[in-house]
């Protein structure tokens, strides 16, 4: 069963540095960089800091409980 | 129709539905009361928990803040949605598996101490009561401007409403209505964005159209640094903080929302561990729904703002000037006495002062929308404050009757004696509530912000290292704590209600260039750094509580392989 847990801290290791990278990266410390590029209207780490960000959450959370699930069942201590 | 007659109509409508649910989902039992019995659908609980976390705040002022901060308004959509992905991976499922009623009750049996448990409830019900009289007072302006009835009496309407939901059907009231409720408010705020998106760039979706071009071929964002520029403002698109306090903010704040007590207790509600996980993924969509469409109302309502009034002859002024001039939330001063208005970013010359709430409030009375669309922001104003109340009250009721009297004073009661409290406490705490509304301190707009430190220095580390952390004992989680809180509440005495010194001190004197707002973020790190320490300089937990964290590491524990 450590291994279980060791594979758990190792998602959310992954995961954390793409929430990191997305919000306090791109939207914070680099947003000046970023704003040297244009998508449409939007300066890049502007649109990273008001909208990008928040789409990377959403999606990194079902990104979780996909990986999750499959751990779960693999271990064997998915709730029947 | 007039905006009134429509008003009340929505209004009166919605509130109809809320007490419809309320009767048809009663409580009958301490486990219906605090946890909604364990079975809500997730999908279900991420609509409610959503309703439960947007509050008045959310939905009436931070467009408008943001409208006026222009890209330093991210901290608060960064902060209050990335909060969502701490909680989905590192607490709700655990939570879930440890599976009991309330954040205390953790607290409490993990770190195996009364103290640890009392210190929790102390903190559940400062941040509770701050968060609750906000809300209170939102809908007492709302029913003011929109019902014309007097702010108190708007309050006690409000009281009344959220006493019969939440005293009669606890949790399980209080989740129905919030999917209720939420339907009603994200209904009310996408229905103008989408019709000035359309009118401003001709894009139907809010996101796309923020991104969009006007009329005369100009990029909506080129054209609104243009105009922030000409007037003397900061490019809407850089911001004025500096980088480490944009920084700390927006981690307060995300650590904050995983902490908050009335948002962690709705992942209690479901019944299943891999439900908690999906339904914090189900709750950040939703909340992404407003979040993400609330920026680009932001910059459409700021330009239609300048366009109408700046350089205008006040003699000229539209309808809704008046109208908000009235209620105080927009002033004008001619200082050079020219008749025209001046809005601009140096004080001096400035002839125009707008509070940030209108914003949400009267676009859709500056983009000249039908008066059905007006008061529908004012029925989702009302649904956005009272799902929120209704989430904190339960968790001031739940505070006092199970986590003081159930499980510290009088151990022995009934489960039937124990609902009874919790009633109680719940009515009492509308009570005290409702007192705040009427008489708001003046330091709310300062205990917020407390709140969000509070529970990011306090809960969030306490509960995190709880759950990671096998070593983590008591000595080590109360000393954290104990730190935390205390140095939070120090910064924001000293330097946001300058209670120390004769005045508050300026922004130059803060530490490391870190506003009040974004200390919990020091907070946190300090009571995460003196918990370590602590606890291995004292003894380990005792063989059970080991054996309980590790139990809550794995959704179930179907054969003897475990440990």
């Known amino acids: 069963m450590k291994s279980y847990w060791k594979e758990n801290i190792r998602y959310l290791l992954i995961l954390l540095s793409i929430w990191f990278a997305a919000s306090f990266g791109a939207g914070i410390l680099f947003v000046n960089q970023l704003n040297t590029i244009r998508i449409g209207g939007f300066k890049l780490g502007f649109w990273f800091a008001q909208q990008g960000s928040i789409y990377i959450f959403v999606i990194l959370i079902f990104i979780y409980v996909y990986l999750m699930n499959r751990l779960d069942k693999k271990y064997d201590v998915d709730e029947k | ?563």
Request: a neutral charge; hydrophobic letters at 50%.
């Open chain 2, 1 to 563: 129709m007039e905006v009134q007659t429509w008003t009340f109509l929505i209004v009166g409508f919605t509130f109809t539905i809320y007490i419809g649910i309320a009767i048809w989902t009663r409580a009958s039992s301490t486990n219906d009361f605090y946890v909604a019995g364990g079975d809500v659908n997730p999908l279900l609980n991420g609509m409610a928990t959503a309703a439960d976390w947007m509050s008045a705040a959310s939905f009436l002022s931070m467009a408008g803040l943001i409208s006026f901060m222009g890209y330093d308004g991210g901290v608060y959509l960064m902060g209050w949605t990335g909060g969502y992905v701490l909680l989905a991976l590192l607490l709700a499922p655990y939570l879930r598996k440890f599976g009991k009623f309330t954040v205390p009750d953790f607290i409490g049996d993990r770190y195996y101490s009364n103290v640890a448990r009392t210190v929790a409830v102390i903190c559940a019900l400062l941040v509770s009561f701050t968060y609750v009289a906000g809300q209170m007072r939102g809908v007492g302006v709302v029913f003011a401007r929109f019902l014309e009835v007097p702010i108190n009496v708007g309050v006690y309407i409000g009281m009344g409403l959220v006493f019969f939901y939440a005293v009669l059907g606890g949790m399980k009231g209080i989740t129905y209505t919030q999917v209720a409720q939420y339907c009603v408010l994200i209904f009310a705020f996408m229905v103008p964005a989408i019709f000035i998106s359309i009118q401003l760039t001709g894009n139907v979706i809010p996101q796309l159209g923020f991104g969009g071009q006007l009329a005369d071929g100009t990029y909506l964002l080129d054209k609104l640094d243009g105009l922030n520029r000409e007037l003397g403002f900061n490019e809407y698109t850089s911001g004025s903080k500096n980088m480490i306090d944009v920084f700390a903010i927006t981690f307060a704040l995300m650590a904050g929302t995983a902490g908050l007590p009335h948002v962690i207790v709705r992942f209690f509600t479901v019944p299943k561990v891999s439900d908690a996980r999906v339904s914090a993924g189900y709750a950040l969509i939703f909340i992404a729904i407003l979040y993400t469409t609330a920026p680009a109302i932001s910059a459409f309502a700021r330009t239609n703002l300048i366009n109408t009034v700046s350089n205008a002859p006040y003699s000229t002024v539209p309808e809704w000037f008046i109208n908000w001039e009235k209620t105080g939330l927009i002033k004008f001063n001619d200082k050079n006495a020219d008749g025209i208005i001046q809005y601009v970013a140096n004080p001096s010359q400035n002839e125009l002062l707008i509070d940030n709430d209108i914003i949400v409030l009267a676009n859709p009375e500056i983009a000249q929308l039908p008066n059905w669309v007006i008061a529908l922001v004012a029925a989702g104003g009302l649904a956005a404050a009272l799902s929120t109340a209704a989430g904190l009250l339960l968790v001031i009721s739940t505070s006092v009757a199970h986590d003081l009297i159930k499980k510290q004073i009088k151990p022995n009661i009934s489960e039937k004696m124990e609902l009874r409290w919790a009633r109680l406490s719940a009515a009492g705490a509308v009570i005290v509530a409702g007192y705040f509304g009427v008489n708001p301190p003046g330091f709310v707009a300062a205990t917020v912000a407390l709140a969000f430190g509070l529970a990011a220095s306090s809960f969030f580390p306490a509960i995190v290292l709880g759950i990671f952390d096998k070593r983590m004992n008591k000595e080590g989680a109360i000393a954290g704590m104990i730190s935390g809180i205390t140095i939070m509440t120090f910064y924001m005495i000293y330097f946001k209600l300058g209670w120390i010194t004769e005045t508050i001190p300026s922004a130059s004197e803060w530490w490391l260039g870190i506003s009040p707002e974004g200390f919990g973020t020091v907070a946190m790190l300090l009571n995460i750094v003196v918990a370590f320490v602590v606890s291995r300089m004292t003894s380990s937990p005792p063989a059970h509580i080991q054996k309980m964290t590790e139990e809550i590491r794995y959704p179930s524990n179907p054969n003897a392989k475990l440990i």
